[in-house]
């Protein structure tokens, strides 16, 4: 396919757009930082982006493949799960690549009649944009289960050790089965 | 986030860009999952401190006391009259950015008033106004700034975003230690009576049980009696610790914490295990106290005076027991308390021995002020000079990585001790990347009495700098332990690793070198402290 063609010798292109437009959700002294650092344990945040991007992109011109996709997602959304986005805001990355690839191409996607190809690379990007909900959603109930759970440790197994209640075994492993 | 949102705000808001004004025209929203809930009144009151209320940081009204601006520039100008830092602090920084992108909150959140220069910044330029002579006349191009309502709440929630790790001071040209001016900030909120929970109930358990958990001193023996079983059914050996005792040799104070909570009750427990060892082979002599039975210090998160009335149980009982001087537990900013400032707040302590070891003959010169030594530098040293007895091999399924605690590294220099430890017990280790360990530590992200449930956003996205390079030495070498010597740690970080790297786990090292430990008429070893089947013993059902 040609569109995919041309993505792929523009690939850096790609991942820089992308990138940008992500970094510009922050302000602007904290999209200067994301950009510019580049070790990745100063800066970790960048780097995730970056190198999920890179992966993303590959899925988008290749074609899905689910648990590649669900690994190269998940850091970011993992960051930005946490970040205070709405969950929109936390995903919309995703979409926003279906916009770029129609600025870098747009001249090509006319003249050479590649709407056909270009419906099935963003439906590749719609494929995605579900994922990262999954793994937003999954994201935000581990956050909520984190807090149940250090309430339930702090109440129920002080009092265990206390020798305050009996039988606490068996309705923490009931606990446990509900979860 | 902003709950109850139209359809078209909706739409509006999904390609988001942040606000183009300037900081100080930018008013701080407070967003929940990002603070703790303010104290309980009964707490404050507990305490004595000023202006106990029940008040909500969501709501408009923080029912202030009237004349909360004037308590402000009274408390600012006593602070900068009585510490000569905070006012050194507030003048020389040139803001030349170095620390801004040092900050564990700033990497992760990305808020700009998360860099430490800028969130000094938010007091530092109420203090321009009314404090210099330049700020009074020229106002905001001498970046002053009035002190309003939304300033103090901004303060409020950008100051209860910093742990006071002090990794941002580390790459200061000036030394500029922002977890001071955070201390300060933190003092005047009291003045408001603006504390959270986490912090101020705390505080008023250990006031008047002696640790933060309000444990009293039956129910803390109780806890070392389950020790004892759970101890003698794991490794076969019935330990026999001394509590309250009159005339031991030696003090042991460590954080409360690790009496209650997993992991850290596995420390709990290898203290135990290695003073049982020591008792036997050299007829050491170390007692516990229900009474000091806190090494922590959520006082030091308050105020200077609270954090004293706390730490003062440490010499008291030291003095009640006879003992000769204290050892320490694994504790993070208990050490900060201890090294920088016991010897001079509640010392003098010449009714105690400069520390030696008893074993070894080592004299702790280090510790000739405060009479008080680390547990990682005493126990280093007993290998140092071969006089444990261990079998590193027991922790053969191990791969440990080691996170230094941000107060035991940048607060007093601990760095090899523990390292040299975790080497002579285990023998898989790698460390972290460089800029993430030792005096560059990355802070657990949820330090300084910020480890409470409702902020689990905040803290999991402060953590993400420490667990991502946690991740980079899973993936890289396997290592499914990480080793810490801070209570704070082992109750915070198994939360952030659950979240970003799961698979490892966490532990305090003197579980480790329980574990690691020949114990005179030990049974067969077959199960580590934590119940695990030893490596090799996997299908053997002693």
């Given at each position: 396919m ?7 010798e523009r ?6 757009a ?29 780097n995730a982006?970056?190198q ?10 290749e ?32 979409f ?12 090509e ?18 494929e ?51 979860n | 986030m ?18 183009q004004t300037?900081w ?9 999952g ?18 106990a ?26 602070r ?6 905070f ?6 920084c040139?803001?030349?950015g170095?620390?801004?992108d ?6 992760g959140t ?5 860099m ?7 007091l ?38 910093c ?20 201390i300060m ?9 603006l504390?959270i ?13 002696g ?8 129910a ?8 004892i ?5 794991k490794?076969?050996i ?7 005792k ?17 992991p850290?009750?596995?420390t ?5 295990v290695?003073?049982?060892y020591?008792?036997e082979?050299?007829?050491?002599d170390v ?7 806190e ?32 050892l320490?537990g ?8 201890i090294?920088q400032?016991m ?13 030696v ?5 080592t004299?702790f ?16 040293d ?9 079998d ?10 080691f ?19 975790i080497k ?15 005096e ?16 689990m ?6 953590g993400?700098?420490r ?5 980079y030495?899973?993936?890289k070498h ?7 010597i801070?209570?704070i ?22 579980e480790?070198?329980a ?10 070893r ?17």
């Amino acid at each position: 396919m040609k569109l995919e063609k041309l993505m792929k010798e523009r690939n850096a292109d790609l991942i820089n757009a992308w990138f940008t437009s992500l970094i510009e959700t922050y302000p602007a002294n904290t999209s200067a930082f994301l950009k510019n650092q580049k070790d990745p344990f100063a800066n970790p945040v960048g780097n995730a982006f970056r190198q999920g991007f890179k992966v993303i992109i590959d899925q988008i011109v290749e074609g899905i493949d689910h648990q590649s996709a669900v690994s190269a997602l998940d850091p970011i959304v993992r960051i930005r799960a946490v970040q205070g986005f709405l969950p929109s805001q936390a995903v919309s990355f995703v979409f926003s690549i279906k916009k770029i690839i129609r600025q870098i191409f747009s001249k090509e996607i006319r003249e050479n009649h590649l709407e056909d190809e270009l419906t099935t690379i963003e439906m590749r990007i719609d494929e995605l944009s579900l994922i990262a909900f999954n793994i937003y959603m999954e994201c935000r109930e581990k956050v909520f289960q984190l807090k149940a759970n250090e309430v339930r440790d702090r109440t129920f197994k002080a009092l265990r050790r206390a020798g305050l209640v009996c039988d606490l075994e068996q309705v923490e492993s009931d606990l446990t089965e509900h979860n | 986030m902003t709950d109850d949102l139209k359809p078209h705000e909706l739409i509006a808001n999904i390609q988001p860009r942040p606000p183009q004004t300037g900081w100080m025209n930018t008013p701080a929203v407070i967003r929940k999952g990002m603070f703790c809930y303010a104290s309980n009144p009964k707490s404050v009151e507990i305490l004595k401190l000023p202006n106990a209320r029940g008040w909500n940081p969501l709501e408009e009204d923080w029912k202030l006391p009237k004349n909360w601006k004037e308590i402000v520039f009274e408390g600012l100008r006593q602070r900068l009259d009585r510490f000569r830092t905070f006012k050194l602090f507030m003048d020389i920084c040139v803001r030349c950015g170095a620390c801004a992108d040092k900050c564990h909150f700033f990497i992760g959140t990305g808020d700009p008033k998360n860099m430490p220069v800028l969130r000094a910044e938010l007091l530092r330029s109420v203090y321009r106004k009314d404090f210099t002579a330049a700020g009074k006349i020229f106002g905001t191009l001498a970046g002053a700034r009035e002190l309003t309502l939304d300033v103090l709440k901004e303060w409020w929630y950008y100051f209860f975003q910093c742990t006071e790790c002090r990794r941002c001071s580390v790459f200061c040209p000036y030394g500029i230690d922002t977890a001071e001016i955070t201390i300060m900030a933190r003092e005047i909120f009291n003045l408001l009576g603006l504390n959270i929970d986490w912090i101020a109930t705390p505080i008023a358990n250990c006031y008047r049980t002696g640790n933060h958990l309000g444990i009293q001193p039956h129910a803390f023996k109780d806890m070392i009696d389950f020790f004892i079983d759970d101890i003698e059914e794991k490794i076969g050996i019935r330990v026999e610790p001394n509590i309250n005792k009159k005339g031991a040799d030696i003090l042991f104070i460590t954080p409360s914490g690790d009496v209650f909570a997993d992991p850290g009750t596995y420390t709990a427990m290898g203290y135990l295990v290695l003073f049982h060892y020591l008792k036997e082979k050299y007829g050491l002599d170390v007692t516990w106290s229900t009474y000091a039975s806190e090494g922590g210090n959520f006082g030091f998160f308050t105020s200077h005076e609270t954090m004293k009335r706390l730490n003062a149980k440490m010499y008291a009982e030291a003095k009640r027991l006879g003992v000769k001087w204290i050892l320490g537990g694994e504790c993070g900013h208990m050490w900060r308390v201890i090294h920088q400032y016991m010897g001079t707040m509640n010392g003098p302590a010449d009714f105690l021995e400069e520390p030696v070891s008893p074993i070894t003959g080592t004299k702790f010169d280090n510790a000739k002020s405060t009479k008080m030594v680390h547990i990682a530098e005493f126990t280093a040293d007993l290998i140092k000079h071969g006089k444990l007895d261990l079998d590193p091999s027991r922790n053969d399924n191990l791969i440990v990585t080691f996170h230094d605690s941000c107060n035991t590294s940048r607060g007093m220099g601990l760095l090899e001790e523990p390292r040299y430890v975790i080497k002579n017990v285990c023998k898989n280790f790698y460390e972290m990347p460089s800029n993430t360990i030792r005096e560059q530590t990355f802070c657990c992200g949820s330090g300084s009495g910020l480890n409470a449930g409702e902020n689990m956003d905040l803290r999991m996205i402060g953590g993400f700098p420490r667990a991502n390079a946690v991740k980079y030495v899973h993936e890289k070498h396997g290592v499914n332990m990480l080793a810490c010597i801070c209570a704070i740690d082992r109750a915070v970080l198994p939360v952030s690793m659950d979240y970003w790297v799961p698979g490892v786990n966490v532990t305090g090292i003197h579980e480790m070198v329980a574990n690691a430990l020949n114990l005179p008429g030990q049974p067969k070893r077959t199960k580590n402290l934590r119940g695990e089947p030893l490596p090799g013993m996997e299908g053997d059902d002693e």
